[in-house]
């Protein structure tokens, strides 16, 4: 699973992507009520899965490499 969805954002991108996720969806149900919000459900999904598909598709990644092969000396 890892392959499909590699952690490939920032625990601080994913909040982010999260709430604006949730302020986009938002203007669906509350004020304007447009359908524009409905992209809102991208950023937020990947918020919450933590695996951005463009920033595996171009090699990016905002996360710290965590799993590093040890050295040894």
């Given at each position: 699973m890892s392959k499909l969805f590699p952690g490939n954002e920032h625990p601080v991108e994913r909040a982010i992507r999260v709430l604006l996720g949730l302020a986009l969806l938002a203007?669906?149900?509350?004020?304007?009520?447009?359908?524009f919000g409905w992209i809102g459900v991208l950023p937020l999904v990947t918020g919450l899965v933590g695996s951005c598909p463009a920033y595996t598709l171009f090699g990016f990644s905002t996360c710290k490499a965590s799993n590093k092969p040890a050295t040894t000396t």
């Open positions: 203007i669906v149900f509350v004020g304007p009520k447009t359908p």
